[in-house]
Each structure stands twice: as structure tokens, then as C-alpha cells.
């Protein structure tokens, strides 16, 4: 790609890629036909579609409805294949429904990623606590009960996926289950409100404390995915860094609190509506200091964009990652084009410089992508970004082509 342009113009963004991967999940739970709108087109959800369909369910995109999933279940099997499992991590989050549907569910632990070692033992420890019988076999979970039975369920950390594990399982669950310490992400809420639609008793979503009354069973629906706000917050720093100026449709602004904070804090001048927001720059960007956190907090899944931001600012940021263990390694990437960043523990040490320079780099993980897509653009000259397992496209619908629409000059090679 070829940077130094301001990318302006408006842009669209697209159902919450965490929403649908695990409202799919979720689906598990509802026979009959489902229907889910908003959802992504992208690998991540395409990869959900296969896991499914190798449950046996019929999981496929709309022919004719654009972003829209079309689920057929009648059974499902309850052994879920290594190879898909293993291949992205949020495919794990089937094992709660298949358990509360079948009573029993065989599915691969899923192996670390690049941004640290990512276990599942909260999962676990939730389904154990509404009554299940967990052990491990030739590296495979295997959970079991007669009847899952409703029961406080104390999340030792607020994990996103452990909180919806627990909220699949306990919906066909005996009596009531109470989540504490839970993770209050939008996309946990919107994972509530898919299966209150099919008829599930869940209240407290989005607040640290979900109650969930058990049902015995749930209907199949039609579902509309809330919109991203990683995608929406990436734009944002697209415009920031590129000295842009865009307008986000699309959106829902109070999920973007922080992540707006933030960059109002930089410099950033952004106007806010009910359902769109416009961001450009004023007078370059100023340094300031993020910390990483569960939601409402600033998100780490905007962590690594930031960084590529705050290497241009004026001044010195810095940025901690209290989430995940290893959420720095595209660092190196970014010093690659010229970024002055220092790591001490949990911290990057960010000095800005006046400008990025281009430089051959490699993509480990979805936001380092987007990271270095971000320096890429903001950078002077011809900058090529190796993405051998195509991680961005795991995580962005469209990404090229809505850069293109801004002005961006990029090629696939
Ligand atoms: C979800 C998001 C991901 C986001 C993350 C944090 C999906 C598909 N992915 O991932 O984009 O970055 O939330 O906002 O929704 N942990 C444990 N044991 C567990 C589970 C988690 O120790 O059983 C730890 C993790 O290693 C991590 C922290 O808890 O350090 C947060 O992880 P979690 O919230 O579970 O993230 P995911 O649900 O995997």
C-alpha cells in the first residue's frame, strides 16, 4: 500500500464480528430454523458456519439476503472436529450449548494464540458449577451430565467467553443460575438478547451480575447482530492517523465511549449522532495514556491500533495491557517502519516521531493487522504487509474495499 493520504469519506460498518460467533454458538440450543441478520462475511464466522455444519446442523449465508446466516437444526452430534477447534479459538464457545442440548460434548482444547496462552479454565469451572462432570482425553474436554442445575456462578476474571459459556448452558438449566463478576461487553448483552428472543429468561446482561431463569426449551428466531465497535473504532484511528476526516454509519456511539475519550484526549475532534459519529483532526495528535481493561474499560481489542496512532503523536504515551498476557509482539513491526517504542512489563513506552516510514512487515495476530494497516497508511511511501494466514480478513468484512472508498491505495498480492 501506499500511505501519506488522508482518507476521507463515509463508511458503513458491519455487524459485530464477537456477537456472531457466539450468537452462532447459541444457535445450537434452537431447533428449528434461525435466522441472523447483520451478520459479517468474514473467515472467522465463515469458519463457525463449518463447525456447525460438522455438528450436523445446516449453517450457510443467505443467497439472496446480503449478511444474512440461515441455520437449519434438527440433532446435533456432540463430538466437534480437532481441526476447526483448534483453528480458531472462539469455536470452543459451542461446547456450553452442546452440553445443555445433549447432555454430553467432546470438543478439542483449543491451543494458544499470539497474543498469549488464552485458557479455558473459567469455562470450565462455570459448566463444573451447574453440574457437569469435566475431564480431558487425548486432548479433548469432555462434559457430561444428566441435568445441568441452576446455581451461582462466581467468574474469577471477567472473561467475555467464560460469561457466555455459562449463559448458553444455564438457559436450559434446572432453577436459577447467577453469574457474578461478569463480563458486561456489549456482545454478551447481545448474546442475551438473541436468546430472550428464543424465549430465555435472562436478566442483568451488561451488568456484573446475570440472572438466568432455566427454560426447558427455546424457538427458533430471526435476529439482528448489534454493530462492531472494534471495526468502528479501527476506522476512527484510520482517521486520525491519516490526518482524515470521516463519518461512521452504522454505529452504536455508547459502545464507543471509551475508545472516544481517548481519542478526543489525542486531539481528535468528533461529532456524535444517534447512530453515526464524524472524526478528523485538528491539530495533529497528542500524546496520552491508555490502559487496557474489561468493558466499559478501553478495549484491547484497540490496544495495537492505538499504538500505531500514538507513535505519531506529539509526545510520550503509555500504553499497559492488562488482558492478555502477550499482546505486544507487533511491536517489533511497528519499530520496523520507525516507531520509537519501548516495552517494560505490561507497558509500551511510546515516543511519537514526526513521521512513519515504510517498511516490509509481517502480521501475527487480527489487530496487529489492523495496526500495521493503520502505519501503512499513515506512513511515507510503499509499505508491504505480509499476512500469510490471513488474519485480517479473520476479523474485517471488506476491509480493501471500504479503505479503497476512502482513497486508500492498496493492492493484494
Ligand atoms: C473475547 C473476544 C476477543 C477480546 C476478548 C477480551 C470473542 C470471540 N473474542 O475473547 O476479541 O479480545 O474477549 O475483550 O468474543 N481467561 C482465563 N481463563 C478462561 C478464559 C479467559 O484465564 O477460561 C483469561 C484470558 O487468557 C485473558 C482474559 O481472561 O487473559 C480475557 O479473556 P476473555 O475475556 O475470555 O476473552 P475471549 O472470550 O477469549
Redesign the pocket.
Known sequence: MVGGQPLNGEVKISGA??SA??ILAAAILLPGKTVIRNTPNLLDVKTMLRVLRALGLRAEYSASQPNTVEIWNEDVRHVAPYELVTKM??SF?IIGPILARKGLAKVPLPGGCAI?????????KGLEALGARVEMEHGFVIVSARKLIGTKVYID??????T?TVMMAATLAEGETIIENA?R?P?VSDLAGFLNRAGAKITGAGTEEVHIQGVRSLNPVEYRIIPDRIEAGTFMVVAAATGGNLLLKNIIPDHLEATIVKLKEAGLLIDIGSDWLTISVRNGIKATDVKTL??PGF???MQQQFCALLALAQGTSVVTET???NRFIFVNELKRMGADIKLEGQSAIITGVPFLSSAPVKVSDLRAGAALIIAGLAAKGETQIEDRDHHVERGYENLQKKLMALGAEIKIV
Not at 498469549?116 to 470450565?124: A, D, E, Q, T, W
Open positions: 464480528k464477537n460467533l457466539a479459538r472462539a464457545f498469549g496462552s488464552r485458557p479455558v479454565n473459567l469455562h470450565l476474571f471477567p472473561s467475555v467467553g467464560a457466555e463480563a461487553e456482545e474489561p468493558y478495549p484491547t481489542d488482558v492478555f498476557e
